[in-house]
């Protein structure tokens, strides 16, 4: 059984970072897609970020570029999002998603989902 854990969310105030990590367990995704999205509430959840099975390829989101970077250890197969100069904004529950696909950005190509992890971001 697949199972992905996300960690590292939390309260932060403004222009503070955060570092999230998402673990997965039950079959290795080192080849695999791997994307991060979010949802606020009242918001349909959104895309925020991705890294490609090899890892050389990597996409955020328009509201967040410049401040959160993705990465992924495939040895550990661990992939983090490191989010600095935290808005209000950026106030949401934070998901990490795999697929089977190498690459994708698209919400409905991933197949697998954490629980998410809450990050709030104070004023």
């Known amino acids: 059984q697949v199972r992905l854990v996300e960690s590292g969310g939390g309260l932060v105030q403004t222009g503070g970072s955060l570092r999230l990590a998402c673990a997965a367990s039950g079959r290795t995704f080192s080849r695999n897609a791997v994307g991060w999205f979010r949802q606020a509430p009242g918001k349909e959840r959104e895309f925020v970020a991705a890294?490609?099975?090899?890892?050389?390829?990597?996409s955020t989101a328009d509201s967040v570029k410049g401040r959160f970077t993705i990465s992924r250890d495939r040895a550990k197969n661990t992939v983090t999002l490191q989010m600095n100069g935290l808005k209000p904004d950026d106030t949401a529950v934070y998901y990490c998603?795999?697929?089977?696909?190498?690459?994708?950005?698209?919400?409905?190509?991933?197949?697998?989902w954490g629980q998410g992890t809450q990050v709030t971001v104070s004023s």
């Open positions: 998603a795999a697929t089977d696909r190498n690459w994708a950005v698209s919400l409905n190509e991933y197949d697998y």
């Open positions: 890294i490609s099975g090899s890892g050389g390829l990597t």
